[in-house]
């Protein structure tokens, strides 16, 4: 599921918007997409917790009689088997996860992502983080102090929902939504004349281990 969302079509995708978006104006486009932003292990717990005490109590209350090994022991074995399955189930994460919690791991994540890929080292701060967090479906922007002030908030705020329900449809939508950006950004921050690429265009993605970089400009 999760390597689907970032295909060779969706990569494409991408590549069109960031060509696009630094073509029209004088921001510099960084997408990270991550598989998940923490691991809520809450939710492990709970599921292998609960699934333990169902374990006992269909031992303690069945007809069969189970050795007293069995109830000390096969419980907890039960409960970690199904407190582990929940890896692979990122929807049970989500159904346990309130959401303002997962809104703010995501926006955690995101700040230090920005830092680590460096997109404040721009002449003009002009850089943006487009954050996708697969499992949370959220999508988080995280602009440079130059493309902030020039860039409103709720302009902001109204992109990053148009991205995050483009999350359901895959990576390729929400790469479709990321390039009608383009205009807006170029208002906010028109491209000049001496404008260079001053940051990496491939995007940076832990969903697989083949990374693509795109043509510099």
């Not at 959401?99 to 721009?122: I, K, P």
């Not at 493309?147 to 449809?169: C, F, G, H, K, Y």
């Not at 383009?182 to 990496?200: H, K």
Request: hydrophobic fraction near 50%.
């Amino acid at each position: 599921m999760a390597a689907r969302f970032l295909d060779d079509a969706a990569r494409d995708a991408f590549e069109r918007a960031i060509a696009e978006i630094e073509r029209t104006s004088a921001v510099e486009v960084v997408v990270a997409v991550r598989r998940r932003s923490a691991a809520y292990l809450h939710a492990n717990l709970f599921v292998g917790a609960t699934a333990a005490l169902v374990g006992l109590a269909a031992m303690l209350f069945a007809e069969h009689v189970f050795a007293l090994t069995s109830i000390l022991f096969d419980p907890f074995v039960v409960g970690g088997l199904a407190g582990a399955a929940v890896e692979l189930l990122p929807g049970v994460k989500r159904a346990f996860t309130p959401v303002d919690l997962r809104q703010r791991e995501v926006a955690r994540a995101a700040r230090s992502t920005f830092l680590e890929r460096g997109v404040h080292n721009t002449r003009d701060r002009s850089g943006v983080l487009v954050y996708i967090s697969w499992l949370e479906r959220v999508v988080i922007l995280v602009a440079d102090s130059g493309l902030d002030q020039r860039l409103p908030a709720t302009a902001r705020l109204e992109a990053e929902e148009i991205l995050t329900a483009a999350m359901a449809s895959g990576g390729a939508a929400v790469a479709r939504a990321l390039e009608k950006l383009a205009l807006g950004l170029g208002s906010a921050m028109p491209r000049r004349d001496d404008d260079i690429n001053e940051l990496p265009d491939a995007v940076d993605s832990d969903l697989d281990d083949v990374p693509r970089g795109i043509p510099r400009r």
